[in-house]
Each structure stands twice: as structure tokens, then as C-alpha cells.
């Protein structure tokens, strides 16, 4: 059985950082891209960032890129989402997700895990 589980939200004030981790679980991964997500509240989910398998590639959303670096640990079938420079614009339940084809535009994600909350204080 395939499970992904997030880590590390919590509360932060605006200009700190934080660090999620999700851990995957039930196959290996390490041909898969993995992504991040969020949702804010009243808000739709958006794309936050991906990583393509052996991280050779990433792709960033426009609001977090500089901000965020995505990274993934194969051996240990975990990726990471480094978040600096928080903003409250960047509340918001966080997901990962992961998928088996190689593009970071693909959209149909097969995978996902229930989410960690991030608030970021002003």
C-alpha cells in the first residue's frame, strides 16, 4: 500500500523558514517526479514545485521560486521542501504528491498525502 506522509508545518513568522519532509512508503519511488501542492484557504490547490527522479530537474511556481528549494533523498524515499523567506501569502495546507512519468508539467499526480499545515504570521 502506497503512503506519503508529510512533515515539519507548523507556525512561523513572516521571514522565517521552515523545512517539510514527506515519506514515502509502499514501493520505491526513485524513478518517480515528486511535487509539492498547497491550498490556501478559499483557494483552489496550486503547484508549488517538483523534482524529477536522480533530481537532475526542478520546477518552481512564480510565488515561490527563490524562496523554496525542492530536493528529494532516494535512499531514504523522502522529498523535502526548504521554505525561506515565508510570507503570509504562503499559509496554507501543503501536500506532496508524486507521479510515474518524467515531465514536471504533468498535472495528474497518482499519489497523494494528507497534508501538513503551514501558517505564517505577520
Known amino acids: 500500500q502506497v503512503q506519503l506522509v508529510e512533515s515539519g508545518g507548523g507556525l512561523v513568522q513572516a521571514g522565517g523558514s521552515l523545512r517539510l519532509s514527506c515519506a514515502a512508503s509502499g514501493r520505491s519511488f526513485n524513478t518517480y517526479t515528486m511535487g509539492w501542492f498547497r491550498r490556501a484557504p478559499g483557494k483552489e490547490r496550486e503547484f508549488v514545485a517538483a523534482?524529477?527522479?536522480?533530481?537532475?530537474?526542478?520546477r518552481y511556481s512564480e510565488s515561490v521560486k527563490g524562496r523554496f528549494t525542492i530536493s528529494r533523498d532516494d535512499a531514504k524515499n523522502t522529498v523535502y521542501l526548504q521554505m525561506n523567506s515565508l510570507e503570509p501569502e504562503d499559509t496554507a495546507v501543503y501536500y506532496c504528491?508524486?507521479?510515474?512519468?518524467?515531465?514536471?508539467?504533468?498535472?495528474?499526480?497518482?499519489?497523494w498525502g494528507q497534508g501538513t499545515q503551514v501558517t505564517v504570521s505577520s
Open positions: 504528491a508524486v507521479h510515474q512519468f518524467a515531465s514536471l508539467y504533468y498535472t495528474d499526480y497518482q499519489y
Open positions: 523534482v524529477s527522479w536522480r533530481s537532475s530537474l526542478t
